[in-house]
């Protein structure tokens, strides 16, 4: 029997606390691929530069000063928890060795939420409001053209069906498609104190962990969303609608989408446009020369 002490309570949450540990290695994380991490110091930062993609012009007389748009878009931290209860019988009887492998998938579910937050925000980008005012998948992005009349641009391209969804994605640039914000990494605690109202009133020793951070977006232009079915030619349209692009006043973009993610129900098909040799043609007739083998990488998701 394990005499319940200071001593051997520190001796327990050190041990509970290297399996909290050991848990965080264990998801494999996939959101960095297609999110930019940004600290954060404050319980909300505002991104109105969103509104600009500049690029570079000859100089001559002044510089020509790129405000920062009066869009507004701030992503809040959230603040997240996750808690255990062992009951202190568990304690006294030696069977807290049971609650390690708990302690141990804690850490696991810490690790892979911001997966959930990034793959969740995603999922929901046709209704979840960008920098822009408009859903970060829509039809109705504003962009001026080459004689400074607004008009729209889309970045989705969906049936009428409800098929499953697939996204290309550009990721090589500093600032991904979407946004994950860190205000506060996870911090294992406990609650042991006999005078702690868990113990006192019901017995409970508490271990848990906290968090604050959230996701948000970034630019719209790098990111086209699709529930076609995945096909050589739908694919293909996608690209083809992000690589030709233009920003305000007709300015080419140079967007160059280089990953496709797609959810677990369409790996294989996925796997199959990125890097067979041959295809069946538009009529189904014959194989031709596969023009999409390497063109894009591939992320299957395991939160889409």
């Not at 609650?99 to 141990?104: D, G, K, R, S």
């Not at 007739?285 to 299957?300: M, Q």
Request: hydrophobic share 40%.
């Amino acid at each position: 029997i394990m005499q319940i002490n200071n001593a051997n309570l520190k001796t327990l949450y050190t041990a509970f606390n290297a399996a909290f540990k050991a848990g965080l290695g264990q998801a494999a994380s996939q959101y960095g691929q297609i999110a930019t991490t940004v600290p954060s110091t404050t319980s909300a930062e505002e991104y109105g530069w969103l509104g600009q993609l500049p690029g570079l012009r000859e100089w001559l007389g002044d510089r020509v000063v790129h405000g920062i748009g009066n869009h507004g878009y701030t992503i809040k931290n959230k603040p997240f928890e996750l808690t255990v209860g062992v009951p202190r019988t568990a304690i006294e009887d030696d069977q807290y060795g049971v609650y390690t492998p708990l302690m141990q998938e804690m850490g696991r579910a810490v690790e892979a939420h911001p997966d959930q937050l990034v793959f969740g925000l995603l999922k929901d980008g046709r209704t979840q409001l960008c920098y822009d005012g408009q859903p970060f998948f829509s039809a109705t992005h504003k962009v001026l053209n080459d004689k400074g009349k607004e008009v729209n641009v889309s970045n989705v391209s969906d049936d009428a069906g409800s098929g499953p969804s697939w996204y290309v994605l550009e990721t090589r640039r500093a600032l991904k498609p979407l946004i994950f914000q860190d205000r506060k990494k996870p911090n294992f605690v406990a609650l042991t104190s006999e005078t702690d109202e868990n113990v006192f009133k019901r017995a409970q020793y508490v271990y848990g962990v906290d968090a604050r951070r959230n996701a948000g977006f970034g630019f719209w232009q790098l990111a086209h969303a699709s529930n076609k079915p995945l096909t050589a030619d739908n694919l293909k349209a996608a690209i083809t609608a992000m690589e030709t692009q233009t920003g305000d006043h007709g300015r080419p973009l140079g967007i160059s989408p280089n990953l496709l993610v797609v959810p677990k129900a369409l790996r294989f098909t996925a796997n199959k446009l990125l890097t067979a040799e041959l295809l069946p043609n538009a009529a189904g007739t014959a194989t031709e020369s596969n023009d999409l083998r390497g063109a894009l990488d591939l992320l299957v998701a395991d939160w889409l």
